[in-house]
């Protein structure tokens, strides 16, 4: 078969924590009933117990495997309540080391540990942003959800992404819970809420917006934010299809914390969006769109990434020049190692979780 030549895929919003997650994570029981409920129940109780090791092992696999895929650039949102000092170095060391590109960010929260906890988040995105040695990343800040967050904690983002000219990375409106929030605390929604408190600049990364209408979501792309469709989460999670993001051309595609086979994403996207009236054409934009995105966020190096492809088997991988991919194998790591490790840490991480 010919051997085709392609640009690197881009995964324009996942979580590399949730990297561990195939590898035999507990089943909840009993099983939750709405969103929330999975939130609690099985991702804030994962996150909550990560701690370096089992990040480390977990970030490694992620992007092995993205790599080995063809993706060679994440745009990451990260949580770890209980280790978040250093947390994006260990993520920035895993993508450097096996050769990828991406923007990494803590999505500060007030969930767990109310001001405070919220602002050792904040302090990791500056800490990461002003002292970032790593050549193939960069930071932004980052908040979880605007129902997990105060008034004081979004004005403090605000104020980190004015003076370190960085823009965001937060979840709006992936769930109707956002909104309910939202408006009890007197917004008419959580992009309204994050737009009045100034946490909104220009190439902000909106995922999700699922309960955006679609002025909200012109309002949000005029304003020079992008967003971040992701179907196989929003399917699995059942919150719903994001039909309204058709109304913007700043849209990529993205995991949610799903593994980062984009070719997968994008058969996802087609069979939800053709249930939905969005057809072929727009679902392929999105995934080409992240390209763009990610040229925004790490300037235009990213254009001369590549994936070389012989049916749909990626034979070979270039990130800035680098041959990260050959034949098929990865060239900064054993993937056996790699996957022999991450076993290890999964069995270690259940069993953190288990004691929560």
Do not use: K
């Not at 992240?290 to 070389?308: C, H, K, N, P, Q």
């Not at 990626?314 to 991919?325: A, L």
């Amino acid at each position: 078969m010919e051997l085709v030549t392609r640009p690197g895929r881009v995964n324009a919003h996942t979580h590399l924590y949730s990297g561990l997650a195939p590898l035999g994570m507990p089943a909840v029981d009993p099983d939750p009933t709405c969103f929330l409920e999975i939130l609690e129940r099985v991702w804030w109780r994962l996150d909550r117990a990560m701690d370096a090791a089992t990040l480390r092992a977990s970030a490694r696999l992620y992007v092995a495997e993205a790599l080995l895929n063809g993706t060679t650039t994440i745009i990451d949102h990260h949580e770890s309540p209980d280790f978040i000092d250093g947390a994006l170095d260990v993520l920035a060391e895993a993508v450097q080391t096996l050769g990828a590109r991406a923007v990494v960010t803590y999505g500060a929260t007030d969930r767990n540990g109310g001001l405070e906890e919220g602002a050792a988040g904040l302090a990791e995105c500056r800490r990461f942003i002003t002292s970032n040695a790593y050549s193939r990343v960069r930071g932004v800040v980052g908040l979880h959800a605007s129902f997990t967050v105060s008034d004081a904690t979004i004005r403090d983002a605000a104020e980190l992404c004015r003076e370190l000219g960085a823009p965001m990375h937060v979840h709006v409106a992936e769930d109707h819970a956002d909104v309910e929030d939202a408006r009890a605390r007197g917004f008419e929604g959580p992009l309204e809420r994050l737009i009045a408190l100034g946490a909104l600049p220009s190439r902000s990364i909106i995922a999700h917006g699922i309960y955006l209408s679609t002025e909200q979501v012109r309002r949000a792309s005029d304003m020079g934010c992008w967003f971040v469709h992701n179907p196989r989460s929003n399917e699995g999670n059942e919150v719903g299809y994001a039909a309204s993001l058709r109304a913007s051309d700043r849209v990529a595609l993205g995991t949610d914390g799903w593994p980062a086979d984009m070719p997968v994403e994008l058969d996802a996207l087609r069979r939800l969006g053709a249930a939905h009236g969005d057809h072929e054409g727009l679902c392929l934009l999105r995934a080409q769109r992240g390209v763009r995105m990610a040229s925004e966020l790490l300037g235009d190096a990213v254009l001369s990434d590549t994936i070389e492809l012989v049916g749909d088997a990626v034979q070979r991988v270039t990130v800035d020049g680098d041959v990260v991919v050959d034949d098929g194998v990865l060239v900064h790591g054993d993937i056996d190692e790699i996957r022999a490790e991450a076993s290890e840490a999964a069995a270690h991480l259940w069993a953190r979780m288990a004691a929560l």
